[in-house]
């Protein structure tokens, strides 16, 4: 029986109880500006609407506060300057494939960015290894991990190097709004002189501290506290895999940065931590954590604490809550943040653009911000559908969970295979999810960790997008698109 049978037949045998469930819970049962991009193409060959922006030859189209399609493209960065942050530093494999989609593989070329096969499981001196399903795919194919700050140029400068693209430093400071609808963005040049951009539609992508378009329910869930460690011989006790520690009370992440640096990543619950400047935070990762690390990695994690170079930085989570806005779309962090646990957030920024450049390929006019609106609601939906997945580990708590999940991994074959290719983003059925966790409450319940996920996520966008009007108008619009890249 392959993965995909044994997930059916899960599923069919507790699907009465998954929606009993279901009904119980709803019974009984939240941001530094970093850009903003002017897209233009040219004059429209329709007249505006009442409510759009008239347009001159050669006027703007889009504006994208934060970060084309063929077309004219104004880059309005915050800070140019290459970003030093100690996340966002891992691509699963299905988002190297929305790499490879959108053209800009080469953006991972010449960072010295190193290929990611999987991960390592430990556990109390347990290891169990999940390698992600790639026999499919040719041998480029993989994850990818490296220094954010210098993927992030890489893509800077495959913008720059287009002739439609022009950069500029900047800082947006507020919407520009007419008769209620969205028409631009005004902000300040590197030189602090006041500038407006206009355009029938504004894209807010300007990271989790965004306030742009609303003030957002954010909640902290933990903080990551990371060091970079060097290993002996640089290598990770499993090369080129992700090394997921599962301590108490959170996980502790491993995982290569560069040739010879491997990136050390400790989750600690709660919005309070332990005092860098008086020692108290050096104290609780020698007595509490290292203790808990395998033995091959505890002397340099430790020798690395001692030196002192330790950051801090706290992990946001905000539901994905559509805000249907005239003349605008959110992306990113400012629209969805999930715990960055398990390296989910590069690839679903990627399936992000991808999905939205899908629906406004075929858009000639921006003029009309109602029909634009009406068009851009199913991206919320198809965007939700795949990525559910990536908000789930995080809420495993050690002494109830740990255990039971790295025992049925370690079963390896279909049961470790489906798991990993949710986490890989190269399986985008939610159902599969459902089906993992299921088979998981045979060691204990998972009800507690799924049902959460899907209240939040909402039953239709996640189990029936087909009957969300806006979800059939934007699958037929991808499948057009589909077929005509397929046509070439």
Known sequence: MDSRMMEEFILGFFIASLFRFIVLYRLFGKRPQKAAIEAQTGPSSHKSSENSVSQKDGGTDVVIVGAGDGRRVHVIERDLTQPDRIVGELLQPGGYLKLVELGMEDCVI????????????????KYA???????????????????????????????????????????????????????????????????????PLTIVCDGCFSNLMCVPQVD????????????????????????????????????????????????????????????????????????????????????????????????????AAPVPTPGAILLGDAFNMRHPLTGGGMTVALSDV???????????????????????????????????????????????????CFDYLSLGGIYSQGPIALLSGLNPRPMSLVAHFFVVAIYGSAYGIIFPIVKSEGVRQMFFPITISSYNRGASIVMKSAMFDMLG
Do not use: W
Not at 226 to 235: D, I, K, Q
Not at 390 to 399: N, R, T, W
């Open 129 to 199: 290894r999940l390698s992600y399903p790639l026999e499919e795919f040719n041998s480029d194919v993989s994850g990818r991990s490296f220094h954010h700050g210098r993927f992030i140029q890489r893509l800077r400068e495959k913008a720059a190097s287009l002739p439609n693209v022009k950069m500029e430093q900047g800082t947006v400071t507020s919407l520009v709004e007419e008769n209620g609808t969205v028409i631009g963005v005004k902000f300040k040049t590197k030189e602090g002189l006041e500038n407006t951009a206009k355009a």
């Open 110 to 125: 010449g960072i010295d960015s190193q290929k990611v096969y999987g991960y390592a499981l430990y556990i109390e001196g």
């Open 354 to 404: 991808v999905v939205l450049r899908d629906l406004l390929r075929h858009v000639q006019d921006f003029s009309n911000a109602a029909a634009l609106t009406n068009h851009l609601e199913s991206f919320y939906t198809l965007r939700k559908v795949p990525y559910t997945r990536y908000s789930v580990l995080h809420q495993i708590k050690p002494a109830e969970k740990y255990e039971e």
């Open 220 to 319: 902290i869930m933990s903080h990551f506290v990371g060091m970079v460690v060097v290993l002996e011989n640089s290598r990770l006790p499993y090369p080129n895999h992700g090394h997921v520690i599962l301590a108490n009370p959170s996980p502790i992440l491993f995982y290569p940065v560069s040739s010879t640096e491997v990136r050390c990543l400790v989750d600690i619950p709660g919005q309070k931590l332990p005092s860098i400047s008086n020692g108290d935070m050096a104290n609780y990762l020698k007595t509490k954590v290292s203790n808990q690390l395998p033995p091959e990695l505890r002397d340099a994690f430790i020798n690395t604490v001692e030196k002192g170079d330790i950051r801090t930085m706290p992990n946001r989570s905000m539901p």
